[in-house]
């Protein structure tokens, strides 16, 4: 499997963008998946995650209210739209998938993925 981020760029405090990740290699249909980003010096750290079927999510609490995480099983692509964006929200991101086919959970832990993006930047500023 491979996982293709896109959609990352530079924004001003409070506005948008949207995030793809696109999976190739296999059917992701029945792959839990997830967001994470890392800022400079600091720890990988989850944001969002949704599971196989599109109906269970979690967040981050200080995303809450404000990302979106959405996925088209036709498209193999998972998306993270990020409203009210804030300059703490800089980081690289990261879509994560699990090898697993089975469960219906949602997973926050970077220890529960096995497929990893190269990540794309998001660099909001103030």
């Known amino acids: 499997v491979e996982l293709e981020e896109s959609g990352g760029g530079l924004v001003q405090a409070g506005g948008s963008l949207r995030l793809s990740c696109a999976a190739s290699?296999?059917?992701?249909?029945?792959?839990?998946m997830g967001w994470f980003r890392q800022a400079p010096g600091k720890e990988r750290e989850f944001v969002a995650a949704?599971?196989?079927?599109?109906?269970?999510?979690i967040y981050v609490d200080s995303v809450k209210g404000r990302f979106t995480i959405t996925r088209d099983n036709a498209k193999n692509t998972v998306y993270l739209q990020m409203n009210s964006l804030k300059p703490e929200d800089t980081a690289v991101y990261y879509c994560?998938?699990?090898?697993?086919?089975?469960?219906?959970?949602?997973?926050?832990?970077?220890?529960?993925?096995?497929?990893w993006g190269q990540g794309t930047q998001v660099t909001v500023s103030s």
């Open positions: 290699g296999r059917t992701f249909g029945r792959n839990a």
């Open positions: 994560a998938a699990r090898a697993s086919i089975y469960g219906s959970g949602v997973y926050t832990e970077t220890r529960d993925y096995d497929y």
């Open positions: 949704i599971n196989r079927n599109g109906i269970n999510t």
